[in-house]
C-alpha cells in the first residue's frame, strides 16, 4: 500500500524480449546428445547405402522431324502458324506394348543371372559366364531361383537353396521350384528337360570349380509387361521435337540395351511404315504384269503365225509408215484409260475404306505426274501411318484419333473434289483421241485385206508390248525409291551412362544431419514445454513476482548439516553467500527472526534451515533453531537431540522455556524441537504463549530460524508470518511446480505478505542450470553455486573427488533436465 492505495506495480509484468543467449546456453548443453543422434543416424544412412541396390536412370534421345506437307497446312487451318509436331503419339508410341516387343527380341531379358554376396544381391547382366537359352516353343512353367554350382571343368549341378526369415530383404524373393531338374548334374550344351521346363545352359566365361550364381526364367509376357512401362519419354524443351527416353534400372548395361533397343525399334517401325507403300505398288504392278505377259504372249503366236501363213517377211517396208499414227493415239487413248482406271479406282478405294489408307498406291507412282493430287495423297497416307500408330496404344474415342480422323475426313473431300475435276477433263481428252482414231481407221479401211488384218494384229501387239514395258520402268523406279527410303526420324544421342537415382546418397547424408540434430531438440523442446517444473533461476524469475534472494547448490554430501560438517565446499559457501545478503535485511534488528517456508514438502525447507543456521552460528551470531513444523517433526534427528520435550509440550504447559531450548554439539547453535505431535498444531501456535516464547528468545538470541509447514499445505504458516522479519519462501529445481507459484504471486500482489523473499534450492551443475559465469542476481549480486571447472579449480578443497567409476554418472547428467 502506498499512502493508502494500492500498488498497482505489483500487478504489472513486464514483457521481456526473448532471451537468445539463455537459449542457446540452455540447449546446447545437450550437445553429447546431438552428436549421438547425428551419428546413429549417419550409421544407419551408411547401413542402408550399404545393404541398398541402387538404382540408376539411362537416357537418350530421338528427333521427331516435320512430316507434314504444307497442303496439309492448308487444309488444316489451325496448322498454318505452325510447324511442330503432334509428339503426343510418338510418345504413346513408345510405351506400346507392340514397340515393346520388338526391342525386347533384340535382348536376352528372360532370364536374370545373379551373385549373392555377403552385403546385397547382384544382377549380373552381362557379365554372367553362363548363359541360358529357354525353348520357348515349349510350353514353360514359370519357376522360381534356381541355384547353379560348378562342379567340374565340364559339369554342374542346379538347386534349389533353402532361405532364411530374414531373406525376404533380398531383391528376388524364391518362388517355386521345378523339382525334376534339380540336384542332377549336366554338361554344358545338354538340353535341360522337364514337364515344366525346357533349357540350355552354355558356357561364355571361364568359372572355376566351387564357383556359385543363380538364375530366374521369367516369363516373356510379364517382361513385356514391365518393361512397357517402365519408360518415361517426354519432350526436352517446349519448342524443339525432340525426346528423352529415359528408365530407371538396377543395372545401368541393361537399361542402356533397353533404352538403345527401344530407338532402334522405333526408327525401325517408322522406316517399315514407308516401305509399306512401296511394297504395296511393287505388289499391284507384279499382278498387272503377270496378267499382260499372258496376253502379250498370245498376241505375239497370232501374229507370227499370221506372218507365216500369208508368207509377210517385212512388214515395215510393205505398209510402211501407215500405221505411224494410229499407233500414238491408240498410245494415248491407252494412257488416258489408265489414269481413268487409276482415278476410278482411286474413288472406289476411299469410299469403301474406313479411316485407314496406308495401302493406297500415290499417283506419282503409277506415272501420273498431277502435283496437286499427288500432295493431297502423301498427306492422307501420313495422316493415316499416324492414326495406325496412336491406335496401337489407344482406342478408337481417344481425342487425338478423333483429330486425326477430322484431318482425314477433309482430305477425302478435297481428294474427291479433285479426282472428279480430273475424271471430266481425261474423259474429255478420251473422246476427242476416239475421234481421230476413227477417222485414220476409215482411212486405213481402205487397204488391201491382208494388210487390214495384219495391222489389227500388229497394233494389238504393240499396245501390249508398250503397256508391259511401261509397267516395267515403273517397277523398276518403285523398287529404287524403296531401296532409297530412309527414316523420318533419328537417334541424336544413344544411352551410354547412367545417373544414379537412388538412393541419393549426399542429399541421405544431409538428412541424417538434419534430423539427428532436430529430432533431439524437437524432443527437448517439447519435453520443455511440457514440463510444469522450475528448472532454471530464469523460469524463476519470470514465474515468481517476489524477490529472489539467493541459490543453494545441490550437495552430493550424506549429511543434512552441510555448512558445519563441510564448512569448505562451493554449497557452504552459497549459504554464506545467503547469510550476508540477510544481514542487509533488517539491519535494525537486534534479534532478526527468519521464518521458511515453501509451497509443499520436499523442498528443502528443513535442509535450507539447518544449514542457514549452523552459517549464522559459524559467523558468531547465538543462533536458535526452532521447529515450527508440529506434523512432521525431522530437526531433532539431524542434530541428535531428543524429541520427548519440544514446543509442543511447552505449549500445552507441560515444559517450561529453558527447558526446550537445547545446545548441540555446535557452538552458538541451539534447537528448540517440534515435540511430541499434538492433535491440533494449528491451534497451539495461535496460543499467545507463542509469542511470549518468541519474546524470550528474543532476549537471549541474535537469529532465530524458524522451520515452519508448507505454506500452500497448512494453514499455521500465515499466522506465524506476524511474528518474522525476514521470510524465505523455498523453490527446488526440478521438483516445484509453476503453479504452486500462483498462491505466493497472489499473496504477494495483493499485500498479504511482507519481506518474503525466494531462495532457489538444489540447483544442479549442468543440466538447465543457467548461470551468468558464476554470478547470479538476487538481492544485490550474491554467489552461486556451479560445477567445478577451470576458473574454480581446487580452491574448495573440501569437494569430494569423483571415483573413476562415476564417469559414467557425468555423462549421464550431460542430459539432466
Known sequence: MIDGKIDISKFEQDVKPIDIKYYLIKYSRYWPLYLTCIFIAIVVVFLFHRYTVEEYEVRGSVLIRQKNSPEVRILDRSNIFSGTNNLENDILLFTSKNLADEALRKLHFDVSYFASTNIKEIELYDKSP??????WDFTQTESGTIHFTML???EFILTHEDRGFFDFLNAKASGPSDEEILNKTYQFGEEIASTKSKFTIHQVKNIKEGDKLYFIIHNPVDVLERYSKAIAVRPINSYGTVLQVSMVSQVVEKGRDYVNSLMDSYIEYD????????????RFIDEQMHILEDSLRVVERAMLNFKVDNKLLSVDSEFGGVLGNIQSLEDMIQNIDFELSYYKSLQTYLSTKGNDYSDIIAPSIVGLNDGFLNGLIRSLMEASLDRRKLLSVVNENHPNVAAIDEQISKLRENIFENIDNLVENTERRKEEASKKLQQLDQEFSKLPQTESSYTNIFRQYKLRENLYNYLLE???????????????????DYARRGSLIFPKKAQNYGMALGLGFFIPLVFLLGYHYLNNKIM????????????????IGLSNKETNMLVAEHPKTMVAESFRSLRSALFYIASDRKCKKILITSSVSGEGKTYVSLNLASAMALSGKKTCLVGLDLRKPKMS???GVTHKEGLSTYLVDRAEKEEIIMPTKYENLYLVPSGPVPPNPAELLLKDKMKEFLEYLEQDFDIVVMD???IGLVSETMDLLRFSDVNLYIVRQDYTHKKYLLMINDLYANDQINNFYAVFNGIRAGGDVYDFGGYNYGYGYNYSYMRRNKYTGNYYEMDEKKKPSQWFDKFIGKFRV
Open 130 to 135: 553362363i548363359k541360358v537359352e529357354v525353348d
Open 152 to 154: 567340374s571343368e565340364d
Open 271 to 282: 522406316l517399315k511404315e514407308k516401305n509399306r507403300i512401296s511394297e504395296n505398288t511393287l
Open 474 to 492: 515403273k517397277r523398276a523406279e518403285a523398287g529404287i525409291a524403296k531401296a532409297s527410303n530412309v527414316p523420318d526420324n533419328a537417334v541424336v
Open 536 to 551: 532454471d533461476q530464469i523460469q524463476l524469475k519470470n514465474a515468481i513476482r517476489i524477490p529472489m534472494l539467493g541459490t
Open 637 to 639: 534427528e539431524y542434530l
Open 708 to 710: 515452519t509447514p508448507p
